[in-house]
């Protein structure tokens, strides 16, 4: 591939209202936290976008608040909607556990690890709010789809990240392995 091309990718994020989605994103993207950021993409009057939103996507993150069982339990729901709206079959899966930096945690990272060993997905614990693990989630899911080549080699998506050439620089490197690659 030639040096100068810049692969574009088209990644969801996805899971219940107030896990932390939209966090996430900014503090990988732009590496903020707002601490009154209402998540709300994935409310009841955006549902009718819902197959376009899933349309060609190569990766999928899956969030869950570990201090919410409730939001860990309709995973699940999540899942069965991602099989029926998603157009790949080789999309690239992640499961995050997100902020691990508060202290009334309701779901033990075992559960979270089963869970993703069980659906075959790539598994990390974050916190939007320290920064823990959020670098290192985008930087292995997009390893993993590169990884596949069958998933970007002609991709046109608009969503994309993009992540430094130094392989020092991107996911095992500078995650140290902190993801478990299932």
């Known amino acids: 591939m030639d040096d100068d091309v810049l692969t574009t990718l088209k990644i969801l994020i996805i899971g219940e209202s107030g896990v932390g989605k939209s966090s996430l994103l900014l503090r990988f993207t732009d590496d903020t ?20 939103y899933y349309r060609g996507a190569q990766g999928v993150i899956l969030v869950y608040d570990v201090t919410k069982r409730d939001s860990f339990t309709k995973l699940g729901n999540w899942l069965n909607e991602l099989e029926t709206y998603c157009t790949r079959n080789d999309l690239v899966k992640m499961l995050v556990g997100n902020k691990i930096d508060k202290d009334n945690r309701e779901v033990d990272r075992n559960e979270g690890l089963k869970f993703a060993r069980k659906h075959s997905m790539l598994f990390i614990e974050a916190s939007a709010k320290t920064r823990d693990g959020v ?28 992540l430094s050439d130094d392989p020092q620089q991107q ?10 690659l299932l």
Not at 33 to 52: I, M, N, V, Y
Not at 135 to 162: R, Y
């Open 135 to 162: 670098q290192c989630a985008f930087e292995e899911l997009v390893e993993k789809i590169l990884q596949t080549p069958g998933l970007w080699e002609s991709s046109t998506q608009s969503c994309g990240v993009q």
């Open 33 to 52: 936290f707002d601490p009154e950021l209402a998540d709300t993409a994935g409310q009841e009057r955006f549902r009718t976008l819902t197959p376009s």
């Open 171 to 180: 996911g095992h490197g500078a995650c140290g392995g902190y993801c478990s």
